[in-house]
């Protein structure tokens, strides 16, 4: 069974750019919530969606934003881009959200750094 | 404002010796922890975890201490091995709540 799925693994871009980084959960699962991991925050939670919808937003500026597609793959977007989103964005998937959060299951993450 | 704390950035143990990871919580409504270990360029394994309604919660060589008067919680490796040695994350959420809260995590060392 493949793990949770994040591309790209490493991104490199300018201030003022938008990116935008996919992440394929494990088959069957339905819930995706992304992470933001620096060395001065730790892991830092953005949001969380199960099907398609948004059930959860950490307390991030608009420029980050996020959809799921029908088939529980998910798309994080920041726009506009500063030094500070330079960091490591963490994907996790889940059966079904707000259970058993250590079914949580990461993936290696997308490594942004913005120049 | 940090909801969870992990005052220690690193800690060094000797092979066989107990490591002590300890982790701290401001909020009252926090009623389910998690430690997570982190390995570089991985992400985050779930390790072991612990409800507000126990003390205790014991898993091969891991153990979960919590302290809910302090809002303190401890991670017990024993013994510790090399292979320990990872970034570890502790996590807190409220009921049946899907976003975790993370502290800045704590990098174990284990000396052979």
């Known amino acids: 069974k493949a793990g949770v799925t994040q591309t790209p693994r490493y991104l490199i871009k300018t201030r003022g750019q938008q990116v935008t980084l996919s992440c394929s959960p494990i088959s069957g699962h339905r819930s995706v919530s992304w992470y933001q991991q620096t060395p001065g925050q730790g892991l830092q939670f953005l949001f969380e969606?199960?099907?398609?919808?948004?059930?959860n937003k950490g307390n991030f500026p608009g420029r980050f934003s996020g959809r799921q597609f029908s088939n529980s793959r998910s798309e994080m977007n920041v726009s506009t881009l500063e030094l500070g989103d330079s960091a490591l964005y963490l994907c996790a998937s889940s059966l079904q959200p707000g259970q058993d959060n250590e079914k949580l299951f990461f993936g290696s993450g997308t490594q942004l750094s913005v120049l | 404002d940090q909801q969870v704390k992990q005052n220690s950035p690193s800690l060094s143990v000797q092979e066989g010796r107990i490591s002590i990871l300890n982790c701290d919580y401001t909020?009252?409504?926090?009623?389910?922890f998690l430690w997570y270990k982190k390995y570089p360029a991985e992400g985050p394994t779930f390790l072991i975890s612990?409800?507000?309604?126990?003390d205790k919660n014991e898993d091969g060589r891991f153990t979960v201490f919590l302290n809910k008067s302090a809002k303190h919680l401890s991670l017990h490796i024993v013994p510790s091995q090399p292979g320990d040695s990872a970034v570890y994350f502790c996590?807190?959420?409220?009921?049946?709540?899907?976003?975790?809260?993370f502290g800045k995590g704590i990098t174990l060392s284990v000396r052979p």
């Open positions: 996590a807190a959420t409220t009921g049946a709540n899907s976003k975790l809260t």
């Open positions: 909020n009252s409504m926090f009623d389910y």
């Open positions: 969606y199960f099907s398609e919808t948004q059930r």
């Open positions: 612990i409800s507000s309604i126990k």
